[in-house]
């Protein structure tokens, strides 16, 4: 089983708003990757956990947080986007034995995000 | 800096036709990990294969090969029998051992025709 899940698959908010972005695995990975990509281009990585701590920020803004509760799930919270930050977000996972972060990533659905 | 290069932007094929998608990479790493992801409409990024660098077998995935040149930092797709389902954005990737960053290319939109 290589799935990861991603809830919602889409959401509107105003710039006001504050809401969460969820991710979720049980393959047992200990690597888990937050990405942004917008229409047409690649994937741009925002924040990787390694054994539920965050191991790298690609110096994303800090209306963006994450947060690993446990090996499982991912979180990103959201509070105070711009009308720029509208993508879709990517969730991934990999293995991450003893910190290795240069396996598969298997990539959820996306979470569809427009910001009013 | 190291880069990977899809310089198809769009293709398309016949179904059941053969078609090769071509990606270049530059890096000066020894140790490094190929792939190729396919993005659906759906969005859902699907691994479709993987390569590991010091392996000089090409890797194959039922329809799906690659032809991997380590001399010539060559790592093309090539999709037999194409199916409608293959219509998609593909995306090659590569990361470097010892780091945590997939590079991608800016991708190549193919579309299978009835």
């Known amino acids: 089983d290589t799935e990861v899940t991603q809830t919602p698959k889409h959401l509107v908010m105003g710039m006001t708003n504050k809401k969460s972005l969820k991710c979720e695995q049980h393959m047992g990975h200990r690597a888990m990757y937050w990405y942004k990509q917008k229409a047409k281009k690649p994937p741009e990585l925002m924040f990787v956990y390694s054994y539920e701590k965050l191991s790298i920020n690609e110096s994303v803004p800090s209306r963006f947080s994450p947060e690993c509760p446990n090996s499982s799930l991912l979180n990103l919270h959201l509070h105070a986007l711009q009308p720029e930050d509208s993508a879709l977000y990517l969730c991934?996972?990999?293995?991450?034995?003893?910190?290795?972060?240069?396996?598969?990533?298997?990539f959820g659905p996306g979470t569809r995000l427009t910001v009013l | 800096a190291q880069t990977v290069t899809q310089s198809q932007p769009e293709m398309s094929v016949q179904e059941a036709e053969t078609v090769t998608l071509s990606c270049t990479y530059d890096?000066?790493?020894?140790?490094?990990?190929l792939f190729w992801y396919k993005q659906p409409p759906s969005r859902q990024m699907i691994l479709v294969i993987r390569?590991?660098?010091?392996?000089?077998q090409n890797a194959t995935e039922n329809r799906f090969s690659v032809n991997f040149q380590k001399a010539a930092k060559s790592f093309s797709l090539k999709i037999s029998d194409s199916q409608l389902g293959d219509t998609a954005m593909y995306f090659c990737a590569f990361i470097t051992s010892g780091t945590y960053k997939y590079i991608f290319g800016t991708g190549t939109r193919l579309k299978v025709l009835a």
């Open positions: 991934a996972s990999s293995q991450g034995r003893a910190g290795i972060l240069t396996d598969t990533q298997y």
């Open positions: 890096t000066s790493e020894n140790n490094y990990y």
């Open positions: 390569q590991e660098a010091y392996k000089q």
